[in-house]
């Protein structure tokens, strides 16, 4: 570097003071680790990031995508992702064919505002999340063997004349915790029931894994970093010798008929956007694509035969298309606050204990058919690899290369946005987490030793942590 730029220095000397302040009232991390804010730092999805901090923020297309056949595609997948799909056949041709069995009627029912859902309340009706079902074993391509009766996932709603799979609730155990300095906390652990099977019993040793739903924005980038670059970080982790490998899940690509690395859902099971969408349609709406053809019942369900279709497939392959576009460059809002001097100091602890080992903070994207999507740098916070987070986590369900300790890192990029735009802040996969902190403290496995640093750092280095994962 050849001389520092006003900017920079202007920076330098905030932060002394910044450090100064700090040391005076007795804050624990020293000056010398406060790092810097970076250039571009604030740019969380490179030139496709939006400036938008409002309830809407993750609804907006790439800011870099001028095309208008990509502008235009982008917002009929819109229109195609808010609204309901209803019985076919319906009034409303192109929209029908909803069910036979189905969790919702549409997209964002789950996914609201391009958002996070949340488990329901106690004694409330599971709607906008859903639990995954399989047994022992695995079929074929390695993939989870479904319940022989009920699939892979339940759905709890069925057009008329069909009975709903299930009605599934959840309860919550309160586990009393303290940090190190004597404040407490306490985490809920869920438990669920599944009651009023629809179709007789479940198979014997059925594994169950719930999820919600998790933020959409983003995914196209993701998809786009290369495979190299994620054995590479498998490789950098495991060099680094501190308890914490990753693995990429390898699964199946039924378009390219081959394996391929999984990136999407909380176990990467889906290798690309298209797929994962074709799944949702398919699973969660009960409609079929080019890619997903088969009607989601299994034979065993004969209520559900011969009910009529809205076509084969239901979605057209230009709906389709333009559902799979939409997803795949909806855009990734910028960072609020993040040269705030608690937000540096929060970010430093960040690396410093070992949260940025999974939680990677900046990516490159390779080559993607879509310009606008190409060698990006994307701060997604993410490596995209499974981790075993241990048995308070665990499902102990497998899928493809995923234990069932296992999880993969999800992005955090945005994760400051989602009380304004879901207005809840349940995380993690299963949204046990009421805040930030309770996803931190449910963190075990791989990830204990950074728990523990959590747990054990003074009151004010908590807060700015805190405050950095608000900024993203
Ligand atoms: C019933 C609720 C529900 C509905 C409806 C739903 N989703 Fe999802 N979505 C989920 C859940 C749960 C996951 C996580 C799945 C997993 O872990 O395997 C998910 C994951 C995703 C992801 C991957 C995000 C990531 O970061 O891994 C995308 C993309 C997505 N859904 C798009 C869609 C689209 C498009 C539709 C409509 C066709 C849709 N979803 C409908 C619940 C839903
Ligand atoms: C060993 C890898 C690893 C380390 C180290 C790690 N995490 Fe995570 N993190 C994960 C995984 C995997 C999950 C998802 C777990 C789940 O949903 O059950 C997760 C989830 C989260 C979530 C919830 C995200 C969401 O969308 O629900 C937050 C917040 C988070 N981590 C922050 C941190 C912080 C802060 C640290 C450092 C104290 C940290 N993590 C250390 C792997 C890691």
């Known amino acids: 570097m050849t001389g520092l730029n006003p900017l920079t220095a202007g920076w330098i000397r905030l932060l002394t003071v910044a450090g100064l302040a700090a040391s005076l009232i007795g804050w624990a991390a020293a000056p010398q680790d406060i790092p810097r804010a970076e250039p571009g730092e604030e ?8 400036f938008d901090a409002s309830p809407k923020a993750f609804g907006f297309p790439a800011r870099n995508m001028q095309d208008e056949e990509h502008r235009s595609a982008f917002f009929v997948g819109h229109s195609f992702f808010n609204n309901n799909w209803v019985v076919a056949p319906g009034a409303t041709a192109g929209r029908d064919g909803l069910g036979p069995l189905f969790n919702t009627r549409s997209c964002s029912a789950c996914h609201a505002d391009d958002g996070r859902s949340r488990p329901p309340e106690p004694g409330q009706p599971m709607t906008s ?4 079902l399989s047994i022992p074993g695995s079929g074929p391509h390695r993939a989870p063997l479904p319940d022989p009766v009920y699939g892979g996932q339940i759905q709890g709603q069925a057009i008329p004349g069909v009975p709903p799979e299930a009605e599934v609730f959840v309860t919550y155990t309160e586990i009393p915790g303290a940090f190190a300095d004597g404040e407490h906390f306490s985490l809920r652990k869920p438990e669920y029931t599944i009651t009023r099977p629809g179709y007789g019993p479940f198979a014997a040793g059925l594994l169950t894994s719930p999820r919600v739903a998790p933020v959409m924005m983003g995914t196209g980038l993701l998809e786009t970093v290369p495979e190299e670059t994620l054995r590479a970080l498998a490789a950098e982790q495991k060099r680094g010798g501190h308890g914490i490998a990753g693995h990429i899940n390898t699964v199946w690509d039924s378009a ?8 999407f859902g909380w176990k990467s099971e889906q290798p690309t956007v298209r797929q994962q969408v074709a799944a949702a349609f398919n ?4 409609i079929t694509s080019s890619l997903a053809p088969a009607e989601n019942h299994t034979a065993a369900e004969t209520a559900c035969a011969n009910k009529a279709s809205g076509g084969h497939p239901e979605i057209s392959e230009d709906i389709f298309n333009a559902v799979v576009m939409y997803t795949r460059t909806l855009a990734v809002p910028a960072r609020r606050g993040w040269t705030n001097p608690a937000v540096l100091r929060g970010k430093g602890l960040f690396t410093r204990i070992g949260c940025a080992t999974c939680h990677v903070p900046q990516l490159q994207t390779g080559d993607s058919d ?34 069932g300790r296992d999880w993969r890192t999800p992005p955090l990029w945005g994760i400051g946005l989602v009380s304004k735009v879901n207005r809840h802040t349940c995380f993690l996969h299963d949204g046990r987490a009421r805040n930030s902190a309770e996803a931190i403290l449910w963190h075990g496995g791989e990830a204990e030793a950074a728990r523990e640093q959590f747990r054990t750092l003074p009151k004010a280095d908590r807060a700015a942590l ?3 994962l608000e900024s993203l």
């Open 43 to 50: 740019l969380s999805g490179g030139s496709t990031t939006v």
């Open 129 to 132: 999340m859903f639990l995954r």
């Open 256 to 263: 390219l008929g081959k394996s391929a690395p999984g990136r």
């Open 283 to 286: 699973g969660d709406i009960g």
């Open 370 to 403: 879509l310009p606008e999507l190409s060698h990006q740098t994307i701060r997604p916070y993410t490596d995209l690899l499974l981790h075993d987070l241990g048995e308070g986590l665990a499902d102990h369900r497998p899928v493809f290369d995923a234990g």
């Open 466 to 468: 805190l405050d950095f």
